[in-house]
């Protein structure tokens, strides 16, 4: 149950840790078992944020307050 809040938590606060463009080309966030998997309409736009990966599990963990994700996966 902890899992799905945080999952909610997170796909609330994606558009401000990612801002609203990057909010706009994503189809769904999926919380599993620390691993964060996210759903975009643009495959530029998946690769440009694949580059970053640990750069976002930084920013998603502070906004959340404690290390919630290990890893990211874009899709």
């Known amino acids: 149950l902890e899992e799905k809040i945080t999952e909610t938590r997170i796909r609330q606060a994606w558009s401000k840790i990612?801002?609203?463009?990057i909010g706009r080309y994503t189809r769904r966030i999926i919380l599993k078992?620390?691993?964060?998997t996210v759903y975009l309409n643009s495959s530029v736009?998946?690769?440009e944020l694949s580059m970053g990966k640990s750069k976002i599990v930084k920013l998603i963990n502070?906004?959340?307050?404690s290390d919630v994700i290990d890893s990211i996966t874009f899709r």
Do not use: F
């Not at 078992?33 to 964060?36: A, F, I, Q, R, S």
């Not at 502070?62 to 307050?65: C, T």
């Open 18 to 21: 990612m801002g609203q463009a």
């Open 33 to 36: 078992k620390g691993e964060l």
């Open 45 to 47: 736009l998946r690769e």
């Open 62 to 65: 502070k906004e959340m307050g």
